[in-house]
Nanobody
Framework: QVQLVESGGGLAQPGGSLRLSCTTS????????MAWYRQAPGKQRDLVAT???????NYVDFVKGRFSISRDNAKNTVTLQMNSLKPEDTAVYYC?????????WGKGTLVSVSS
């Protein structure tokens, strides 16, 4: 069973950047499809970006061109580079690992975008 730990959240100004990391342990990262989700206060958890075991990526419309997801299986790390941040990007960001029909989650890292 894989364990996930997110880091890199914090306060950023509009237009700024943050880099989130998801460090995994307990199982080889290479077997998992990975994703980042986010949950704003009072709202449901929404998908942000995915990266498959083969490295294929997908983004939801509201982050296309601003966010970039990547993975380094050797370092057991998945990264979400977030640029041109907007106040509406404020949320808790969660790392997700999926294998077959099993989902694993980290505890999240808070991103706040405010001037």
């Amino acid at each position: 069973q894989v364990q996930l730990v997110e880091s890199g959240g914090g306060l950023a100004q509009p237009g700024g950047s943050l880099r989130l990391s998801c460090t995994t342990s307990g199982s080889s990262l290479s077997i998992y499809d990975m994703a980042w989700y986010r949950q704003a206060p009072g709202k449901q958890r929404d998908l942000v970006a995915t990266i498959s075991r083969g490295g294929g990526t997908n983004y939801v419309d509201f982050v296309k061109g601003r966010f970039s997801i990547s993975r380094d299986n050797a370092k057991n790390t998945v990264t979400l580079q977030m640029n041109s941040l907007k106040p509406e990007d404020t949320a808790v960001y969660y790392c997700n690992a999926r294998w077959v029909n099993l989902d694993y989650w980290g505890k999240g890292t808070l991103v706040s975008v405010s001037s």
